[in-house]
């Protein structure tokens, strides 16, 4: 699939201009026949990273796959949101089984299709980070290592959000939850623990790997596209802003998402079979507290003093993902470098 | 039993290895590679699960999807998997998955007794018990259609070695008796983009009782739905296999021994044995554990002086699992119920050991409960051990060097 190469930008944001697109490329969200599968009404909070980034790739998944998609989800905000008893935001065959089990799930609903010849419906698991690197990271090592037929979704806000903020294997350090409260000599969550999911997913050598960001959706629909089409184990992490737990204001998700972007704190990037072979280059670098500054989470490091020390070991990780994955633009200057690249 | 599932057709089979299961889903990953399992409307997928927790919910995923499921565990990987064990029966999806009954550690002992599918009798599943081989060949038969027409999942459970690596002629149906027996799945729910649902919603306290209650109501269903299909089975195989209850010389029996699973050979033999001296006992075979057959086993014990349950369980603080349930049976009789501990970890449970505890019964002389065959001097000198010093060290291993023993030695 050929993405298509733009120059453009609308002016003043960072966002591609739909209108620029080609019809065939524009964004699906703003198309007439977009399913709505997880429609309004839910319960989400004001400014939910995670419903946008679903609603977005669920329904990318939907026109990818012809509109024969069933969803299988693991217990979190996403579950209790979209379903409470008798309601459910859900247009799409979706269910919930239980938190650490999501990848079996699905990986059982693509083995029943599979047995029964449907070769037409495609499978999709989602879940928070939590259900992904912690609880459910062995269902997902399972699924990935038997190259099961099913794309898992990640929806990575950092934490426990619907347990109320406790600390997960994917929050940053520095960072205060319930769990790693800001007191003490190092306050807030430890550095040099966590897992990186996506390199985790491409030592599988599974045939794609993405991560990707609400703060770039025409993007995370290329993405969810592009993998909804492939066979086998895909995996998609995307960065979703929590502002109850991030402590931000809601109206910040898309600027707080494109700064973890534009730092280098969250590089976008796809791999195949292990490689990497595509990124989005950095369109202007900012330093990491700008991104940490309006994130209550991160209070603690803004006091007077500033702590200078753990916001330079911050800016240390972003400069290394900057350098490991080359996130700088090229001479020519041009931005987005995964589109290009898509062959 | 390999060949039993196969002649089920399953659709979709995902297992992890543990003893004493191994060599059921060894031979179905054969048979599933060879094309051997499959029908008419596809093939049969086996997937290497990563443990038991994932190959039950890989089978939960593939129930909803409308495909026969079928999976085999036994002991530490059933109460591994405990929590999507719950989750299959409160989804309602009718998963048949084999237990190969064995003990549960720490200590770690492979051999049989019940702790295992004990401890998840009240998980919502039916949990059917078999005596011999050929009653596991037929369980299984049994099972898909009970699972399916019910909508609820049952677990097969068979002794471990006792009947899983026991060589014995069985007769096994042909695939035109089972098809004519088991027809194909047809789901109650299913993930189907052309009728999009809800699976698996969050339910609150104004919902949550009364589905708990239609769980409950399923396994009533299923005593009569159990009989039921236990005299079709007999109409269509000619041979009896099944049921909820089996009563051997009962009649005019005073002492009426209770059990559940191959032991029950052992008690029969020891009922002849002991009616050609004259003495008149009996037994009743539990076939069906969950449901609990209340009015089967009432029905059975009620005219008898003593029942004896003979369980292969262990409730630490409490005694028996199943006398329990018998006695909730019995409520209102005057019929004395009798614990006793028995088989635990592998333990024979010998003729010998049961004459004389049926007739230390029968002199009013057996403790309660009663744990057949425990060597006291065993026990008091490590309580005594213990007493001496704070730190004693592990307590089984002091235990198998007084008794000399290897731990994999079975007496």
């Known amino acids: 699939m050929a993405d298509q190469r733009i120059k453009f930008y609308q002016t003043g944001t960072f966002t591609v201009g739909n209108r620029l697109l080609d019809p065939e490329r524009r964004t699906v969200q703003a198309r007439m026949e977009r399913t709505n599968s997880l429609d309004s009404g839910h319960r989400a909070c004001q400014g939910c990273g995670e419903a946008l980034g679903a609603r977005y790739a669920i329904d ?14 693991a217990t979190g905000c996403l579950e209790v949101f979209s379903t409470p008893y008798p309601e459910s935001s859900w247009k799409i065959p979706w269910l919930h089984s239980l938190f650490g089990n999501a990848p079996a799930v699905a990986a059982g609903v693509a083995a029943a299709l599979e047995a029964k010849g449907r070769s037409d419906v495609r499978v999709v698991a989602q879940g928070g980070d939590g259900g992904t690197v912690d609880i459910g990271f062995g269902c997902l090592s399972g699924l990935f290592e038997r190259n099961d037929d099913v794309l898992y979704l990640c929806y990575d806000n950092g934490a426990y959000m619907n347990t109320g903020v406790q600390r997960s294997g994917s929050t940053p350090p520095a960072a205060r939850t319930m769990t790693t409260p800001a007191v003490g000599p190092s306050p807030g969550n430890s550095f040099g623990t966590g897992k990186n999911l996506p390199r985790i997913a491409m030592a599988h050598a599974i045939p794609y790997v993405a991560t990707a960001s609400v703060a770039d959706l025409h993007d995370l629909e290329a993405k969810v596209t592009k993998a909804t089409m492939l066979r086998g184990a895909r995996y998609i992490h995307i960065f979703v802003p929590c502002p109850l737990g991030w402590a931000h204001d809601p109206a910040l998700t898309i600027t707080i998402a494109r700064l973890a972007i534009e730092t280098g704190l969250f590089p976008l990037f796809e791999a195949e079979r292990g490689r990497v072979v595509a990124r989005t280059t950095i369109r202007r670098k900012v330093p990491v507290e700008q991104y940490l500054e309006p994130q209550g989470r991160f209070k603690h490091l803004f006091g007077d003093p500033p702590d200078h020390k753990t916001i330079g070991a911050i800016q240390a990780i972003a400069d290394e993902n900057i350098e490991t994955y080359n996130l700088l633009p090229p001479e020519d200057g041009v931005g987005h470098e995964a589109l290009r690249n898509h062959a | 039993m390999a060949a039993a599932v196969a002649l089920c057709r399953p659709e979709v089979i995902s297992c992890y290895p543990i003893t004493p299961q191994t060599h059921i889903v060894e031979r179905l990953s054969e048979m599933v590679r060879k094309g051997e399992i499959g029908s008419a409307s596809g093939g049969c997928r086996y997937i290497n699960a990563e443990s038991e927790f994932g190959a039950l919910s890989i089978l939960i995923g593939a129930s909803a999807a409308g495909a026969r499921a079928y999976t085999a565990t036994a002991s530490q990987g059933l109460l591994f998997m405990t929590e999507a064990v719950y989750n299959a029966s409160g989804l309602g999806l009718p998963i048949v998955m084999t237990i190969g009954n064995r003990a549960i550690g720490a200590p770690i002992n492979i051999w049989n007794d019940h702790s295992d599918s004990m401890a998840l009798r009240d998980a919502g599943w039916i949990q059917l018990h078999a005596e011999s081989n050929q009653e596991a060949v037929d369980l299984h038969i049994q099972a898909f259609r009970l699972a399916e027409a019910l909508g609820c999942p049952v677990m097969v459970c068979m002794d471990g070695f006792v009947l899983t690596h026991a060589y014995e002629p069985v007769d096994l149906p042909t695939q035109a008796q089972v098809d004519a027996y088991l027809p194909p799945y047809e789901p109650i729910q299913l993930l189907d983009p052309d009728d999009p649902m809800t699976i698996g919603a969050m339910v609150g306290p104004e919902a949550f009782a009364e589905v708990r209650y239609l769980a409950h109501h399923t396994q009533l269903r299923a005593l009569e739905e159990i009989a039921t299909l236990k005299a079709e089975f007999l109409r269509q195989f000619g041979r009896e296999s099944g049921g909820l209850t089996e009563c051997y010389r009962t009649g005019d029996a005073e002492t009426i021994l209770v059990a559940l699973g191959s032991v029950n050979g052992t008690i029969r033999d020891v009922v002849d044995e002991m009616r050609d001296a004259g003495v008149p006992v009996g037994s009743l075979k539990i076939g069906a554990y969950r449901p609990f057959p209340v009015g089967a086993v009432r029905e059975a014990l009620h005219p008898c002086k003593r029942a004896i349950v003979v369980e292969k369980d262990l409730a630490p603080g409490k005694g028996g699992i199943v006398s329990s349930d018998v006695k909730m049976a019995l409520r209102g009789l005057p019929v004395i119920v009798q614990t006793v501990i028995a088989g635990l970890g592998g333990r024979s449970i010998t003729k010998a050991s049961l004459i004389r505890m049926i007739n230390e019964a029968r002199a ?39 008794v000399n023993a290897v731990a994999s030695k079975v007496v």
Do not use: C, Y
Not at chain 2, 368 to 376: A, M, Q, R, V, Y
């Open chain 2, 364 to 402: 009013g002389k057996l403790d309660e409960p009663h744990f057949l065959d425990l060597d006291w001097d065993v026990i008091r000198t490590e309580l005594a051990r213990r007493r001496q010093r704070r730190r004693a060290g592990p307590t089984a291993e002091h235990v198998l060097r007084q």
């Open chain 1, 60 to 73: 990318a998944a939907m026109r990818a796959s012809n509109n024969r998609l069933v969803a299988v989800n």
